[in-house]
């Protein structure tokens, strides 16, 4: 029996080198020793963007088609969509019972995404919603609806996993031993650093470069991102561990030429010109058969996978919920 995994994602936007070499390829690269659970947390996203619905539904479809770009395959992994699986809201009302509101505000990840969003939440996080606050208990319910065993999770969702398991921990010692409690897998690159060199690539953060973006964007965005500010001049020697271009050209270059680049550039060899339009080249190499694959799925095709993983999540829901109510004395 393999055992079961289940990872989720907010559909907001398209998936960018952040997401892929930060998770998504590890996805892809365990899907065959797992049963699967693929999350498109549509509520999830409504929780900070429920003022723009259109934009959910949107990115619904676009990050079904990113992953199967990147080689998920839907006969392996069941796509499903959030709100189509009621039983998810069931559970999270229930759970809501055995989380207080002080254990919620003190979640780390919720406090930084509290903080980050002050245009919707308030300075000080005064006008958070109470949909917001209890997302986390919504992932539990995520979660522990398809006896997830194995999450797989960059560290700043830790805290909502350790958060679940104490979800499931107090449910079990209530009403009998039902429920799993998750374990994490941790990537190994949990963080991929933007453009400009901050720590994180995001797209609030406007330093990204996403798996859809075309030749003419990628030359745009690379010819922008930060070198070793002490290079002047095209001959001067340089460091490229400072320098975002090289950073880059580690994850897409072949071996052979990051080693001829990192020699070359220490030793004043190489301009940094020369060496974003390397990058840009070789980012368009890694970039295209990813592009292509994308091409071959018709919005009907995507409609038709997840239906068809939201359909098989439906059944597995059905029987964690059976349990649940007979546990919970509610199986009229
Ligand atoms: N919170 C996750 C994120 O923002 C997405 C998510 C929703 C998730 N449900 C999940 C992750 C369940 C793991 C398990 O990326």
């Not at 996203?45 to 539904?57: G, H």
């Not at 030429?257 to 390397?278: D, F, L, W």
Request: glycine fraction near 6%; charge should be negative; proline fraction near 4%.
């Amino acid at each position: 029996m393999k055992k079961t995994i289940l990872t989720g994602l907010r559909p907001t936007g398209n998936l960018h080198l952040g997401h892929y070499f930060g998770a998504s390829k590890t996805w892809c690269e365990i899907q065959d020793d797992y049963d699967f659970y693929l999350e498109i947390a549509d509520v999830q996203a409504l929780t900070d963007n429920f003022n723009n619905p259109e934009k959910v539904r949107k990115n619904v479809f676009e990050i079904t088609k990113d992953l199967l770009a990147i080689g998920i395959d839907p006969n392996k992994v069941h796509f499903f969509i959030q709100s189509q699986i009621p039983e998810i809201a069931e559970l999270t009302v229930f759970y809501s019972n055995l989380v207080t509101v002080s254990r919620l505000e003190r979640n780390p990840t919720v406090k930084n995404e509290i903080a980050q969003k002050k245009e919707l939440f308030g300075n000080n996080g005064e006008s958070i919603t109470y949909g917001f606050l209890g997302y986390p208990i919504s992932q539990a319910a995520d979660i522990t609806c398809f006896s997830g065993e194995v999450v797989p999770v960059g560290d700043d969702q830790l805290p909502l996993l350790e958060q679940c398991r104490e979800i499931v921990r107090k449910f079990n010692s209530i009403y009998g031993n039902i429920l799993k409690e998750p374990e994490q897998l941790l990537s190994k690159t949990s963080r991929i650093k933007g453009l400009d060199g901050n720590e994180k690539m995001g797209k609030s953060l406007g330093n990204a470069i996403y798996l859809i973006d075309d030749e003419e964007t990628i030359r745009k965005k690379i010819m922008q991102a930060i070198t070793d500010p002490s290079k002047i001049k095209k001959d001067d020697p340089a460091n490229p561990d400072i320098c975002m271009v090289y950073y880059y050209h580690k994850l897409v270059n072949t071996e052979e030429n990051q080693e001829t680049i990192c020699k070359e550039c220490k030793k004043g060899a190489r301009g940094c010109v020369q060496c974003k339009k390397e990058l840009i080249e070789a980012m368009n190499q890694f970039l295209k058969p990813i592009q292509e694959k994308r091409e071959q799925y018709s919005e009907e095709d995507i409609k038709n996978i997840l239906e068809k993983g939201t359909k098989e999540a439906q059944e597995k829901a059905k029987e964690t919920m059976s349990m649940v109510k007979e546990a919970m004395k509610i199986n009229y």
